[in-house]
């Protein structure tokens, strides 16, 4: 991951620029079928934000975003044949988000996040918005 704030300071109002990054790798899976070897392509994340912290007291943030997902080709072998068979699954995903939260007191976050897909191979459309609420101990 990367952190950077582009203006402002630590402590108090900023924006900043984030970038994450995630590589996924797996192992075949023999078990999948009597006779079929299941098998996934290596596939990895990337994440953007340009997170504003908008009242540093509270940890009031928002943050848009954009998701990137690649790889992950799957693929169903049946063993002792040459015949390989492409499932059309894929972890390609393009993605907008939108996410705001802040602290409702020292150790409970409210997060509202929102994720628009513009993109997907082998999958379905994902638009929606989540609520989440974290206790801190």
Do not use: C
């Amino acid at each position: 991951g990367f952190h950077q704030i582009l203006a402002g300071t630590p402590t108090g109002k900023n924006v900043a620029l984030e970038a994450w990054g995630e590589g996924y790798f797996y192992s075949n899976n023999r078990s999948f079928g009597p006779h079929e070897t299941y098998r996934e392509q290596p596939g990895g994340e990337i994440r953007i934000y340009l997170p504003i912290t908008i009242d540093p007291a509270i940890g009031g943030t928002i943050a848009p975003g954009f998701f990137q997902s690649f790889g992950g080709k799957q693929t169903v072998a049946v063993q002792g044949t040459p015949i390989v068979v492409d499932t059309g699954n894929r972890t390609n995903e393009s993605q907008l988000r939108l996410t705001g939260s802040m602290f409702v007191n020292p150790t409970t976050q409210v997060m509202v996040v929102g994720e628009y897909d513009v993109g997907v191979h082998g999958g379905f459309l994902n638009r929606s918005i989540e609520l989440r609420l974290a206790k801190f101990f």
